[in-house]
């Protein structure tokens, strides 16, 4: 084995707005430790936080049940508006641990959906941010929100934005801003008036660049974090181009690396933003070992 | 010489806007025969045009004289504020043959302008509509527009940008999709907040896309116009990047080129919007002898 020089990114695991969730969560149950916690999905993309949670007593639900008494909790990436009144139905308290970001994102849909812009949303139809972003949208237009994941999904939605007089672009806060520079000009070729939110996150684009220059300085990047997250997968797709990569969970998958990690000098890590700091330290020290 | 199959675009020569204004200019002077009658700076940038209405009395002056008596045209590309002021202080009538899309860029410019966005003009920073468009921009913020004409200057102004929370977009009507596609991008990475208005005017845009359609046919193309007229220029250029091509002013200089056109068979002849007709008439006819 030769030896090691294991770098860690300065922006690497929890964020802002994820931090912020896990600890009003926590807060929460403390507080009310005989009253039933839960949240509405994953409160972030992150496994293990997700069973610590369980641990102390806060349950991730996937639906809304019939009778709900106790507190809910409403998920870094934000629910819909329709999810908000059936919730203000039930016997429960709400705390909405939404990351701000997130809910500018949401207000920006909204503003622009009622100023009579055309929304698109620039992320991936399926995860639920933009689920939530395009429900508030839909909720103050006629118009349906549309919502481009790439360069190639663009031309599909041509004959739609060559009819839209105002067009207005939000931007899921963990796409890349690769993805968003390439789809861009093709609306804006088609286009006459055209409104944008760069709504990147600006942790999520530190994280990004951050992540590009210590690829360049190493032999190899391991991006530590759930392979549900959209900013973790982001941050090895762009890193990857750079540099051989490996995407882990936890310390645990190294062992398939195990040959490759022996030859190697020089490694860099980094980690999505809902990847825990306990993780990310038993990855360094399994390298170490 | 080979036999000649020679393909005129559907649209070459003059848009609507300047024979709006060429057709405006020569009844001015047919119903006003007895006064003088003045255009400030080129009506059209075509040096042909410039001559015939010299040869009907209409006389194109650089700069504003001591005294003005009379008619003055304002030219398509429009003027400054503080040129209309200045006339206004003469004694002359105004008739303003601005072009009805060019107008509308400097209200937009305005506007953006009033509402609070930095200004940026996609365009060549010398030209007359681009010095009117930021003249008009200016009137209306403390904060100076910023003319931007290709993708290596964005650089030069990206501390600006980023400082910018509202970034406001107008492009000079006669420039290629090409280059704003490359120039946006750039810009949209590094603002919060972005308003586009596209005001690449749909004749330039028709021009450019039919020219590059016909460019695959044939085997040379004829670019005919003013070299100080920015939609022909871009002609050339979009269509030199695929076929071999010539910028020609007249028939006149077709000459230089005898040995290659006799030579060639499948030609393909476009025009920009300040080339009048009778001009690309001439030249058809030079290449058939």
Same mark, same amino acid.
């Given at each position: 084995?030769?030896?090691?020089?294991? @770098?860690?990114?300065?922006? #690497? $695991?929890?964020?802002?707005?994820?931090?912020?969730?896990?600890?009003?969560?926590?807060?929460?149950?403390?507080?009310?430790?005989?009253?039933?916690?839960?949240?509405?999905? &994953?409160?972030?993309?992150?496994?293990?936080?997700?069973?610590?949670?369980?641990?102390?007593?806060?349950?991730?639900?996937?639906?809304?049940?019939? /009778?709900?008494?106790?507190?809910?909790?409403?998920?870094?990436?934000?629910?819909?508006? &329709?999810?908000? &009144?059936?919730?203000?139905?039930?016997?429960? %308290?709400?705390?909405?641990?939404?990351?701000?970001?997130?809910?500018?994102?949401?207000?920006?849909?909204?503003?622009? #959906?009622?100023? $009579?812009?055309?929304?698109?949303?620039?992320?991936?139809?399926?995860?639920?941010?933009?689920?939530?972003? =395009?429900?508030?949208?839909?909720?103050?237009?006629?118009?349906? #929100?549309?919502?481009?994941?790439?360069?190639?999904?663009?031309?599909?939605?041509?004959?739609?934005?060559?009819?839209? =007089?105002?067009?207005?672009?939000?931007? %899921?806060?963990? %796409?890349?801003?690769?993805? !968003?520079?390439?789809?861009?000009?093709?609306?804006?070729?088609?286009?006459?008036?055209? /409104?944008?939110?760069?709504?990147?996150?600006?942790?999520? !684009?530190?994280? &990004? %660049?951050? +992540?590009?220059?210590?690829?360049?300085?190493?032999?190899?990047?391991?991006?530590?974090?759930?392979?549900?997250?959209?900013?973790?997968?982001?941050? #090895?797709?762009?890193?990857?181009?750079?540099?051989?990569?490996?995407?882990?969970?936890?310390? @645990?998958?190294?062992?398939?690396?195990?040959?490759?990690?022996?030859?190697?000098? @020089?490694?860099?890590?980094? +980690?999505?933003?809902?990847?825990?700091? !306990?993780?990310?330290?038993?990855?360094?020290?399994?390298?170490?070992?």
């Amino acid at each position: 084995m030769v030896s090691k020089n294991v @770098k860690l990114a300065n922006h #690497a $695991g929890f964020c802002y707005g994820v931090k912020r969730a896990v600890d009003l969560s926590v807060k929460i149950k403390e507080d009310n430790p005989s009253t039933p916690v839960y949240i509405l999905g &994953q409160l972030i993309h992150n496994t293990q936080v997700i069973e610590y949670l369980s641990s102390i007593g806060i349950h991730t639900i996937e639906t809304i049940p019939e /009778k709900l008494n106790g507190i809910c909790i409403i998920r870094t990436h934000g629910v819909t508006p &329709q999810t908000i &009144q059936e919730l203000e139905q039930k016997e429960c %308290q709400i705390i909405d641990a939404t990351c701000p970001d997130v809910k500018r994102v949401q207000n920006k849909a909204r503003s622009l #959906a009622e100023e $009579g812009y055309k929304v698109i949303i620039i992320g991936k139809p399926d995860h639920p941010e933009v689920i939530a972003i =395009k429900a508030h949208a839909d909720l103050c237009s006629e118009n349906e #929100a549309i919502v481009i994941s790439s360069e190639e999904e663009v031309e599909k939605y041509l004959s739609t934005i060559k009819k839209s =007089k105002k067009i207005g672009i939000v931007i %899921q806060t963990t %796409q890349t801003h690769g993805n !968003f520079k390439k789809i861009l000009p093709i609306i804006a070729e088609y286009s006459t008036e055209l /409104k944008v939110y760069n709504t990147i996150c600006s942790a999520t !684009f530190k994280r &990004q %660049q951050e +992540a590009m220059t210590l690829a360049k300085e190493v032999e190899l990047m391991i991006i530590v974090g759930s392979k549900s997250s959209a900013n973790t997968t982001h941050l #090895a797709e762009i890193v990857s181009q750079i540099k051989k990569t490996i995407h882990i969970e936890t310390e @645990k998958e190294l062992d398939t690396y195990k040959d490759l990690i022996n030859i190697t000098s @020089k490694i860099g890590i980094t +980690a999505g933003a809902s990847t825990p700091g !306990f993780i990310i330290d038993q990855v360094i020290e399994r390298i170490g070992e």
